[in-house]
């Protein structure tokens, strides 16, 4: 058998990708309208008048069919209207676009925290192999895998925050104060 091209393998993968999103979008949908309740009152309020949750209902599109609520979704989801929050009062999609910078500072920071360290305590273990240095290494990578990220976060923060005093409990950067860019980048790499 022929091995595949480096270009035909990458194509496979992304024509993989597409029906597993469109089934992700039609799980997001269902689950979504299998919620009991009715959306429109839960968006108007239990005191709402009902011409009023009538009127929430045509606007959203909540008053056609299924089928056609679902077609309205995805040509949607595709032209990149993910709607809008209640919450913040703007689109979803800026609400998430305002989050990008901090997002890939944050994984960056800790995909180059975790791979020196990682390659630091690889180098080490390796070359003592079976040694006291190489099973700690191969307990705490094992823990680090099997302890949930969210409790690991917070054990972190509890050690790092609260008790050494390294790092701030919460916020990238100090609050109320002007500072030209050097000091903002400063202020968030402490």
């Known amino acids: 058998m022929k091995p595949l091209s480096l270009k035909t393998y990458i194509l496979r993968r992304v024509l993989q990708v597409i029906p597993l999103i469109f089934g992700v979008i039609i799980i997001n949908f269902t689950i979504i309208h299998l919620a009991p309740g009715d959306i429109a009152l839960m968006l108007a309020g239990e005191d709402a008048s009902p011409e009023y949750v009538e009127t929430l209902r045509i606007r959203f599109g909540l008053d056609k069919p299924i089928h056609e609520q679902l077609l309205i979704y995805i040509s949607n989801v595709v032209r990149g209207d993910l709607g809008y929050s209640f919450a913040n009062r703007s689109p979803v ?21 975790s791979i020196t360290i990682g390659v630091l305590l690889g180098v080490n273990a390796s070359k003592r192999p079976y040694s006291r240095t190489d099973n700690a290494t191969t307990i705490g990578s094992l823990l680090g895998y099997a302890i949930p990220n969210f409790w690991l976060g917070m054990i972190m923060m509890l050690v790092f925050s609260l008790n050494l005093g390294i790092f701030p409990v919460q916020g990238m950067f100090t609050v109320g104060v002007d500072m030209v860019v050097i000091d903002r980048w400063i202020d968030i790499a402490r």
């Open 93 to 113: 999609v800026n609400c998430i676009l305002e989050r990008v910078p901090a997002t890939v500072m944050l994984i960056s920071c800790s995909m180059l925290f």
